[in-house]
C-alpha cells in the first residue's frame, strides 16, 4: 500500500491533497494508496471535510520500515516522520522550497512548481483526467486552493491558482466568495484549541541566525478573540520552549485574513529584536502590528533575521 501524507501540523492543503493524490492513484494507476495524517486536523479541515462528506484520513501513528510514501505539502524532513529517510519516497508533489535533508533510497518522481497550493500542481499533473474528479475530490481541490492562497489574498496566489478555483467553482455550481467565508469562520472557531493547541495548529521550525524558531501563524477572521488570549499564549509558549529541546523562541502570527495584516506578539528582549530586525518597526508595546503581511511562506519567514 502506498501511505499519502503532508506535513505534521496539518492544514487544508496537506490534509486534502492527501486524500485527492490517493485517488487518482487508486483511480487512474490501480495503486493502492491510502491518505494519511500527521496531527490533529483545524477546524477548517473539518469543516471542509464535513461539507464535502469525505472522511477523515486516519492518524499516521508509526511509519513502517520500508513503507511506500508519496510525500505531499512539503519537502522538509522536519516536519515528516522522523524514520522518513528510511522509508520508500516514490513521490513528492509540493509548492514549498527546497530545504534539502531528504534521502531516498532509490529515483523519486518530483514535482515542485511555484503555485500557491498543491492541489493546483496536482490538477496540473492530472491533466485531461482532471475532469473525471468526482464532486467531493473537486471540492476538496477548491478548498486547498481557497485555504492556501486566503481566497486569493495571499501574495503568494498566483493567475494559474484562480483560474483553477473559479473553472472548480463553476463546475461545482458554488458561490466561490461565500464558500470562502464559511471555511474561514470555521477556522477562526478556535474556542476548542489549549492555549498551547493554538501555538502548534500552524507552525513550522525554521532558523534564524544561531537560534531556532517555530514560526507559528493563526490566520483568522476574529483576531480580538486570540489576543484576548494573549497572557495564556505567552505562559504556554514558555511550557512549549522548556519541553522542546531544539526550540529556542517561538514567533507568534496572528493574520487578520480579512483586513489584510499581522499581529506579531512580542513579549520578551528576542522576539523584539528579531520582529524590529525583520520588519523594520519599532517595536512598543508586547504585540506590533504588521499591514500586509499575511503569509509566512512568502512574507514572513523571507524577511526573519537577527
Ligand atoms: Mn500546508
Ligand atoms: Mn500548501
Not at 506535513?7 to 486524500?19: I, R, V
Not at 485527492?20 to 477546524?43: K, P, R
Not at 525554521?206 to 499564549?233: A, C, H, M, Q, W
Amino acid at each position: 500500500m502506498i501511505n499519502v501524507f503532508g506535513h505534521k501540523s496539518p492544514d487544508t492543503d496537506a490534509t486534502c491533497s492527501a486524500l485527492i493524490w490517493a485517488w487518482y492513484l487508486n483511480e487512474h494507476t490501480g495503486a493502492d494508496a491510502q491518505a494519511f495524517v500527521l496531527g490533529e486536523l483545524n477546524t477548517e479541515t473539518k469543516f471542509v471535510l464535513n461539507h464535502w462528506g469525505v472522511t477523515a484520513p486516519a492518524l499516521l501513528e508509526t511509519l513502517a520500515e520500508d513503507a511506500q510514501v508519496v510525500i505531499v505539502d512539503t519537502n522538509n524532513p522536519q516536519e515528516l516522520p522522523a524514520n522518513i529517510n528510511e522509508a520508500q519516497v516514490l513521490q513528492i508533489i509540493d509548492h514549498h522550497k527546497l530545504v534539502g535533508g531528504l534521502e531516498t533510497a532509490g529515483p523519486v518522481d518530483i514535482t515542485m512548481r511555484p503555485l500557491a497550493c498543491t492541489a493546483t500542481v496536482m490538477h496540473d499533473l492530472m491533466g485531461e483526467k482532471a475532469t473525471t474528479m468526482p464532486h467531493e475530490i473537486a471540492g476538496l481541490m477548491l478548498s486547498c486552493i481557497l485555504s492556501d492562497t486566503l481566497a486569493f489574498r495571499s501574495p503568494t496566489t498566483t493567475p494559474h491558482d484562480k483560474d483553477v478555483a473559479e473553472k472548480l467553482a463553476a463546475t461545482l455550481e458554488i458561490d466561490l466568495s461565500a464558500y470562502a467565508d464559511k471555511m474561514f469562520a470555521a477556522k477562526s472557531d478556535v474556542s476548542e484549541f489549549s492555549d498551547k493547541g493554538l501555538i502548534t495548529l500552524d507552525s513550522k521550525k525554521y532558523d534564524v541566525g544561531d537560534k531556532n524558531f517555530r514560526v507559528s501563524v493563526l490566520e483568522t477572521t476574529t483576531p480580538e478573540t486570540v489576543l484576548e488570549r494573549k497572557d495564556g499564549i505567552v505562559a504556554a509558549i514558555a511550557d512549549l520552549i522548556a519541553e522542546e529541546k531544539d526550540v529556542d523562541e517561538v514567533l507568534f502570527f496572528i493574520v487578520d485574513i480579512l483586513n489584510e495584516k499581522a499581529t506579531v506578539l512580542t513579549y520578551n528582549d528576542l522576539t523584539t529584536q528579531v520582529v524590529e530586525a525583520s520588519f523594520g518597526v519599532t517595536v512598543e508595546s508586547d504585540t506590533e502590528v504588521l499591514p500586509g503581511i499575511v503569509s509566512r511562506k512568502k512574507q514572513i519567514l523571507p524577511a526573519l533575521k537577527m
